[in-house]
């Protein structure tokens, strides 16, 4: 398995733009996750998915941000409008089962900058 | 509220031993974490220990839990170059009845050659 794909790697939008993240799970997972990763505030999971279903919402910033996953090997992220605020590294991960000793492995991330 | 902590930044020598120090605030967690991340990737879980153990050796790395100060270590023997990365540690959120977890702010690990 190519592991879990996320693209772009790379985005540089204008502040207003609608920008759209995209990941591939690996195949027979179970649970999707959304993080964030800032020099701030560190790495904060934004939603999580169980068989395509959005379970906790609670860290998603704000209502310009929004996730779908359509199917079990797709899923994005949604940030409209963006702002400069926006800017970081959003990784998406996969886990096979909910349960706390089950690893989570991550995509190479997508490193969003809003001008 | 939860919130786990460690140092921002260590350096090593090659050959030395590190130490990677995280406090968290959720005495009730399962399981503590340590993941690494490496420039330009995402995070890759290294190990993890439950929370009725203080102690877990795996090849180079000994995990240390001090359940009652809250205190995690990571320690790498023989450090290399190719340890060179950020370090998480996390902590998962109980009775979530999921895989929810808090991450620190992680360390960056610089091995001087």
């Known amino acids: 398995d190519a592991g879990v794909i996320q693209s772009p790697r790379h985005e540089v939008t204008e502040m207003g733009q609608e920008v759209t993240l995209r990941c591939k799970p690996i195949?027979?997972?179970?649970?999707l996750f959304w993080y964030r990763q800032t020099m701030m505030r560190g790495l904060e999971l934004l939603i999580y998915?169980?068989?395509?279903?959005?379970?906790?919402d609670s860290g998603m910033p704000e209502d310009r941000f929004s996730a779908k996953m359509p199917n079990a090997s797709f899923s994005t992220l949604k940030i409209q409008p963006s702002e400069p605020r926006d800017s970081a590294v959003y990784f998406c991960a996969s886990s096979s089962t909910g349960a706390s000793n089950t690893e989570a492995f991550f995509g190479q991330g997508t490193r969003l900058t809003v001008v | 509220g939860e919130d786990v902590e460690q140092s921002l930044f260590l350096s090593v020598r090659e050959g030395d031993s590190s130490v990677i120090n995280c406090t968290y605030t959720d005495s009730s967690s399962t399981y503590l974490y340590w993941y690494k991340q490496e420039p330009g990737a995402g995070l890759q879980l290294l190990t993890y220990?439950?929370?009725?153990?203080d102690m877990k050796q795996d090849q180079r790395l000994t995990v240390l839990l001090n359940k009652k100060d809250k205190h995690l270590s990571l320690r790498i023997a023989d450090t290399q170059t190719g340890d060179s990365a950020i370090y998480f540690c996390?902590?998962?959120?109980?009775?979530?009845?999921?895989?929810?977890?808090?991450f620190g702010k992680g360390t960056k690990l610089s091995v001087i050659p």
């Open positions: 996390a902590e998962d959120r109980e009775g979530a009845g999921s895989y929810q977890l808090t």
């Open positions: 998915f169980n068989n395509n279903v959005p379970i906790d």
């Open positions: 220990i439950f929370s009725n153990m």
């Open positions: 195949s027979g997972h179970d649970y």
